[in-house]
């Protein structure tokens, strides 16, 4: 089955627009749904729409509304809010040019993939990927889409161009009031060439791969264990808890730390093989 679009428009440059299809790059599908049931009945739970004094109410007779004060809303039609529009709805206009370390990580969002929408756009999209990759640089712009306006970031990948939407300003936390308490103590050298030894040791080239999600494989074995056993009584495994120190002292730490250098640590992911 295609994939479907997430956005279908153009990109603009000066006055050189290319015709752009944008496709998201994350797979969605991959976690475990539930369902609540009533567990008398071994039925689903529906929900029903309902208005107070009304009682449950037919779907078509919802529309959309904003609160401007308790109780009180400004009710706007499908139609009036599909009605506003902006230029960015159908034209990413790149606005600016910046180094890619310039973006903290902490504004990246989501990543899409960005290729011509034809075969004529396709040369003014090569220029555009290849005049980015020349100057280093990454392209900074704005598109609407499902109803709100997205700040973007785009940069060459490979034979296309890599799309990452970025939260705003006001979107991102600032650290400092979660780090304030952290003292600024400088650790001991012998502690931190330790430390430095392990994280050599344990250093390896990223590899998606490698990884996978655990829980959600021990969570499907559960359900299938469950499904063939058709028994309502509950299947508890034990968990090993993390061993907890009273209280982590220099010495402690400087004992976990040649502990691991010394070869109780596991090697890195990538130097296994996988299972």
Known sequence: MA??????????????SIPVEIFSAAKTGRTIAFNQIHEPSGKRVKYEKTVEGVGPI??????????????NYVLLQDEEIEAVKIESRKTLELV?????????????????????????AEEAF?????????????????????GQEKLVALKPCGQGLLLETLRYADEVRQGQEFFNSIGDDKPRKELLDLAATLIEQKSAPFDAGEFHDRYRDALRKL?????????????????????????????????????????????????RKSA
């Open 126 to 146: 090569i220029v555009l990927r290849e005049a980015l990759r020349k100057a280093k640089k990454v392209a900074l712009g704005q598109l609407s889409v499902r």
């Open 58 to 71: 037919d779907r078509d007779d919802i529309i959309k509304g904003f609160e401007i004060s308790k109780g």
């Open 96 to 120: 600016q040019f910046v180094e890619t370390c310039e973006i903290d990580p902490l504004y990246f969002e989501k990543p899409y993939y960005v290729v011509p929408a034809d075969d004529l």
């Open 223 to 271: 359900i299938d264990r469950k499904a063939k056993s058709k028994s309502k009584e509950a299947i508890l495994e034990d968990v090993d808890a993390p061993a907890s120190g009273g209280g982590s002292n220099v010495i402690d730490l400087m004992a976990a730390l040649k502990k691991s250098v010394g070869g109780e640590a596991k090697p890195a992911r990538s130097k």
């Open 3 to 16: 994939a479907r679009a997430y956005w279908k428009g153009q990109i603009r440059l000066a006055l050189v």
